[in-house]
């Protein structure tokens, strides 16, 4: 399959979560979609749709305030860190 490629536009913030406190946005809640007693996951996003958060996960945010999980690995691949004069002169 032939096709335009395409790249990410705009930043994000991130941070690597490892337990409850390191994001405001990560909570815990009951296993789903089948409940069990005494199972519980980490999830950001809304109660009805969200994502499974693991330690270790970078939560990244967009500018629109969408949160979403990657493994670190993932995360590698996709973003580098900005250099501080960038992010000191309001990106650039």
Not at 36 to 59: F, H, N, Q, S, T
Request: hydrophobic share 30%.
């Amino acid at each position: 399959m032939s096709g335009q490629m395409f790249r990410r536009r705009g930043y994000i913030t991130a941070v690597q979560w490892f337990h409850l406190g390191d994001h405001p946005g990560v909570f815990r809640r009951e296993y789903w979609p089948e409940p069990r007693a005494g199972c519980w996951r980490y999830w950001i996003g809304r109660a009805d749709a969200g994502y499974v958060v693991e330690p270790g996960d970078w939560i990244c945010t967009d500018e629109g305030g969408r949160s979403w999980p990657l493994h670190p690995d993932e995360f590698a691949k996709r973003y580098e860190p900005l250099s501080p004069s960038i992010t000191s002169e309001g990106r650039g």
